[in-house]
């Protein structure tokens, strides 16, 4: 096991280096050199802020050393400064908006297991019922869905005719003065529709994966093999075929992350969320390069853990793994 | 082969939904400035947010605008989008899965490194950050749609020459002396075109969601340019007032999803029913 860890950290760091080269090449999309922006294409960019772009990316160096320098700080962590008034580090930023997207997306992601796996499960054992036709359907529809309407239709019932839920934000004005329990519960009204619409994008990829996986197991031969024992069809069903459908799960939850954590830009900035992207949208529309990268590059490390994260719990879950 | 392919195809009524739809939408845009029944930019401040009737039949924007054909006119820069990104996904797909496919090896090692690379950022984040460098235009939001977009197509022709590269007309033509890029093109990618078809048209169906979520954050096709996003952008600014205005063009939106994706996998269960 711990030589499997091993192997699997080793293979990160190329696709680190990898992550790191074309955030680099981002940078330097900019026709010319990125200090370039401030011309009239795109006036919002200071001279100011281009002496310190100039100094932050060691633009008077060669490429080659431009790049080193940059990894060498990125390893230390230093993403540079904001250009925003405040100038705080970029780091400090992104950190204190990181655990609300991160919860957002854990709720969500259990959510997506909670609906999408019994629906799976149920649909490949009842193979073209009419459980089976109409989730087919609603699945195929769930794909096309552009989140971000639903979303909004979403907003107009609860939000604006019914008046249940609140639709911005994600504590109410009098927070403050809330009794815990009652602060609590105005967390939770605040989250309902954010954590519900991030889910929807993963549930209908994951319910037909499952249903596809399951149909699989049950062909197999120790699923006949536990049926010619005389075992109950439940036991067969929900205890043999599950626990083998169930593995693959863990590497497809692990494939939805980037998904998951790029649609928070939508969903924070629909529902006025302070996170991680709603920050990364406001620095996309004020230019403020430093946040803009630094996100690019937390986005995706994050995906490159939650990944590693999966392929671990596999291995843990699946003796064959480590050996293979 | 191919008379068996429109056989199953006109029988498969998914796949004739969808290819409907497409047609529609195409003879839509084409027509456009015969079917809408004004035009789409002319302002009307005496009818600002007007609810729908007969005489607009979506209502009309904050401008006064009327949403039915704007939304007409935006059918055409969403397939404008589609077409041009996907295209892009599959020039770069295409070439880098066949390389990969073809030649194995340390190729094969570096292109696929470079797939996983790309697979670890959220696609949205990466468009994004190229667009708050290159400014938001129609063609900067179609390359960079493009750009993010063909990992899953290298995947896909990779395998395809994997399974190809030692068969038998594979090596004929080697043996009569046939270069490597003429296998690849004239030999191979013909045989492996079936899946490259399907992953483009349910292509174009993503690209037009990547296109409508960037229009209606503001980062996509500008105001005045009608496009779906942005008139959901509308409906988010006016949505304790008027609902029509996020209602439709998101309609829009998922029908035309909809119809590609009904068309693509149409194509694959006509293509080859065993796949199903």
Known sequence: MLRYVLKRLLLMVPLLVGITIVCFIVIHLAPGSPTDLQTDLNPRVSAEAKARLQSMYDLDKPIYKQYLLWVGRLATLDLGQSFSTDHRP???????????????????MILIILIAIPIGVISAVRQNSLFDKVTAVIVFIGFAVPTFWL?????????????????????????EYL????????????????????????????????????LEVIRQDYITTARAKGLSERVVIYKHALRNALLPVITILGLSIPGLIGGSVIFETIFAIPGMGQLFYMSVMSRDYPVVMGILFIGAVLTLIGNLVADISYAVADPRIRVS | MKTDFWYRFLRNKMAVTGGVVVILLFVVSLLASWVSPYDPNEINLNQVLVHPSLAHLFGTDQLGRDVLSRIIWGAGISLKVGFVATGFSLFIGVILGALAGYYGRW????????????????????????????????????????????????????????????????QAARAIGAGDLRIIFRHILPNAMASVLVA?????????LTESALSFL????????????????????????????SLYPGLAILITVLGYNLLGEGIRDSLDPRLR
């Open chain 1, 179 to 214: 009794p815990p329990l009652a602060a609590f519960v105005d967390l939770l009204k605040h989250l309902i529709l954010p954590v519900l619409l991030s889910a929807f994008g993963g549930l209908a990829g994951l319910s037909r994966y499952m249903r596809s996986n399951m």
């Open chain 2, 218 to 245: 503001g980062i996509g096709v500008q105001p005045p340019t009608p496009s779906w996003g942005n008139i959901l952008t509308a409906g988010k600014n006016n949505i304790d007032i008027a609902w029509w205005l």
């Open chain 1, 90 to 108: 970029v780091i400090d930023k992104i950190a204190e908006r990181i655990p609300i997207t991160i919860i957002i997306n854990v709720l969500s």
């Open chain 2, 107 to 170: 190729v094969d090692a570096v292109i696929m490194r470079f797939v996983d690379i790309m697979l670890c950022f959220p696609a949205f984040f990466l468009i994004l950050a190229v667009i708050a460098i290159l400014e938001p235009s129609i063609w900067n939001i179609m390359i960079v749609i493009g750009l993010t977009g063909w990992m899953g197509i290298t995947r896909l022709v990779r395998a395809d020459f994997i399974s190809l590269r030692e068969r038998d007309f594979v």
């Open chain 1, 151 to 175: 979303a909004l239709l979403l907003m107009i019932l609860f939000g604006v005719d019914l008046g249940w839920l609140p639709i911005s934000g994600i504590r109410s004005l009098n927070y």
């Open chain 2, 200 to 208: 483009a048209t349910l292509g174009v169906a993503g690209a037009i």
